[in-house]
């Protein structure tokens, strides 16, 4: 997308992608520019070492930082820049994905990770996190959010319907 990309939505893996694709069509819908990397902890850390390193010079405001297993992106991440990382627990097979939750949430004391819930919804939610830090000093994607968020509650409907 056009534009100053201030998210950089990162994963450890192109099998995250299915996810992560999630928190992209978000900041699509929402006009937000963004890019999408592979960073991986454990097979690319120089690529992470970099990617942290260059973040606030490059511009990013929120990193976007998905990961299974034993994903030690997001922290590890959190620890290279003090760009805020938002947290995705990507879902595995093995153990349903709690493996990655505690692997992001359980970050020590001095550099915290906002971690979503694990999988789609979470990736999603993370794209919503990253347009509203934006919104704060942008009145116009304010604007936007604000819509969003009034679709989505005006499409539940109030009884529930049978199937
Ligand atoms: C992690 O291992 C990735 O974030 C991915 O979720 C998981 C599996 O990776 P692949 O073996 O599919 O590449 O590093």
Redesign the pocket.
């Known amino acids: 997308m056009a534009g100053q990309v201030e998210v950089g939505i990162i994963?450890?893996?192109?099998?995250?992608w299915a996810t992560m694709k999630e928190a992209a069509n978000i900041l699509d819908e929402l006009g937000v520019p963004y890019e999408a990397r592979i960073v991986?902890?454990?097979?690319t850390p120089d690529r992470l070492w970099t990617y942290g390193k260059t973040a606030v010079d490059r511009g990013l405001k929120v990193i976007i930082a998905?990961?299974?297993?034993?994903?030690h992106?997001p922290g590890m991440m959190a620890s290279k820049t003090r760009v805020p990382v938002i947290g995705v627990p990507?879902q595995?097979r093995a153990l349903s994905g709690v493996d990655?939750l505690y692997s992001i949430l359980q970050m020590p004391k001095g550099f915290p990770v906002a971690t979503m819930a694990i999988g789609a919804p979470g990736a999603a939610n993370a794209g919503l996190m990253a347009a509203g830090i934006l919104a704060i000093s942008d009145p116009a994607l304010a604007e936007r959010l604000d819509t969003w968020r009034a679709a989505l509650s005006a499409s539940i409907p109030e009884e529930p319907q049978d199937d």
Not at 40 to 43: D, V
């Open positions: 994963m450890g893996s192109q099998s995250d991986s902890a454990h097979r998905g990961a299974g297993g034993a994903a992106l990507v595995t990655s």
